[in-house]
């Protein structure tokens, strides 16, 4: 971790190594904790980062909030100034992933509700480019995922991302780069902390969201992307085999942005190279949420630098 590295914590902006959490505290012994992950994207014209979708991802953020059982102490507004605030303290002029996280500290159980905090602790995370890339090799994984009746998945909540930690270990030591989950139906769920979309036959599908999956920006936006330029849609359930057939798979997230996956278990996806619409929808992706592209204007949001940080 760079040493002059600041993050906001508990409404000041303090060096990285100084934010301390009671070990005590339901968020450090039972991942009691909601959060967004939140890309900003460098436009050098413009001289700013754009924050992708912020609103959306401050709704979903209040929205997990509710079913977990927290009040948020802070306004959509708030949590807006703070993480600009922390931006401009790091002179951040990159690509940068922003980690906006509510948890509950003092010393507590797995039922506490308060004191609720928050940080917001960015750090400089370029975009991806999969002409560097090979793709990745996938495995459908032996754990299930998590389901509304257990740890409902759209809440975005430190403590179900365990969930993918055990599929993503299982894949690791199995000689792959990600897992898929399934659902508790035996139909395709989502990676570990990751939508899934395959084009096949022509048709970009992808799971419903009553199939265990988080509700996603990033998956929403592809899906709104693709139906744009005239390319069919399908939100249903998808089959194990169907991942066999596919075209074309990659996983969607605010951290993945696109991942194309080229091989699942055995079998070669497509030719076994990246294909081109998960080349055109991150292209596509991308010069919306740098603001490359002025379509959807309302989905970014510019932390606008100061000019004497240049």
């Known amino acids: 971790m760079p040493q002059d590295r600041k993050i906001w914590f508990k ?34 014209d413009h001289g700013d980062i754009f924050l992708f979708r912020l609103d959306d991802h401050l709704d979903r953020l209040f929205a997990s ?29 990159t690509d940068v992933a922003v980690r906006a996280t509510l948890f509950v500290d003092g010393e507590g159980t797995w039922h506490s509700s308060n004191p609720v905090e928050m940080f917001v602790a960015p750090i400089s995370k370029p ?10 090799r996938a495995c459908v994984s032996t754990w299930q995922r998590i389901d509304d ?5 759209r809440v975005k909540a430190g403590a179900n991302y365990i969930n993918g930690r055990y599929a993503h270990l299982e ?26 979309m395959l084009l096949r036959n022509g048709v970009l599908v992808t799971p419903p969201t009553s199939g265990s999956i988080l509700e996603s920006i990033t998956r ?39 991942t194309p996956i080229t091989r699942i278990d055995r079998f070669t996806v497509g030719d ?13 992706y991308l010069d919306i949420a ?7 204007p309302t989905w970014r949001t510019g932390v606008w630098l100061p000019e004497d940080d240049a």
């Open 11 to 44: 409404e000041q902006i303090v060096q990285a190594d100084a934010a301390q959490i009671s070990v005590l505290s339901p968020t450090a012994q039972f991942g009691l904790n909601v959060f967004e992950g939140i890309r900003g994207y460098w436009n050098a």
């Open 65 to 93: 909030c509710r079913l977990i059982g927290l009040d948020c102490p802070y306004t959509p507004d708030q949590i807006k100034q703070a993480i600009t605030q922390v931006i401009q303290a790091n002179q951040y002029r």
């Open 127 to 136: 975009r991806r480019n999969v002409g560097d890339e090979e793709g990745a």
């Open 149 to 153: 009746l257990s740890m409902p998945p």
């Open 171 to 196: 894949a690791k030591a199995a000689g792959y780069d990600l897992p898929i989950l399934l659902d508790r139906a035996g139909k395709v769920s989502e990676g570990a902390g990751s939508c899934v």
């Open 220 to 258: 929403d936006t592809l899906l709104q992307l693709a139906e744009a330029t005239g390319l069919p849609t399908q939100v249903r359930i998808v089959d194990r085999s169907e991942l066999y057939l596919a075209d074309e798979i990659f996983l969607c997230g605010s951290a993945a942005e696109l």
């Open 272 to 284: 076994g190279n990246i294909g081109p619409l998960t080349r055109d929808l991150l292209g596509a």
């Open 290 to 296: 740098d603001g490359t592209n002025p379509a959807h």
